[in-house]
Nanobody
Framework: VQLVESGGGLVQPGGSLRLSCAAS????????MSWYRQAPGKERELVAT????????NYAGSVKGRFTISKDNSKNTVYLQMNRLKPEDTAVYYC???????WGKGTLVTVSS
């Protein structure tokens, strides 16, 4: 199993980024996926979750209305569209296969002017 995040970077407050997580080594369409993040000095927290077929999503209150999780089972990829970014969104973002021990290595998002 491999999960590889990409799309992080430096963005100004109010800007947008789209993160991607490319999955391999398992039947992607059978699993729900999540995005987590970990800010410096803080614990890892759940950001968003999507069911296996993509029909249901859930978000942390801090990102609801700004972030959108989506899943393309034909491309074995889960996305996190992040809009209206704030400095407090700065963190390493991780992809996670729900119910497993499999994590990606993360991608750094820095929101700063």
């Amino acid at each position: 199993v491999q999960l590889v995040e990409s799309g992080g970077g430096l963005v100004q407050p109010g800007g947008s980024l789209r993160l991607s997580c490319a999955a391999s080594g398992f039947t992607f369409s059978r699993y729900g996926m999540s995005w987590y993040r970990q800010a410096p000095g803080k614990e890892r927290e759940l950001v968003a979750t999507i069911t296996s077929a993509g029909g249901s999503t859930n978000y942390a209150g801090s990102v609801k209305g700004r972030f959108t999780i989506s899943k393309d089972n034909s491309k074995n990829t889960v996305y996190l569209q992040m809009n209206r970014l704030k400095p407090e969104d700065t963190a390493v973002y991780y992809c996670y296969r729900i119910g497993s021990r499999y994590w990606g290595k993360g991608t750094l998002v820095t929101v700063s002017s």
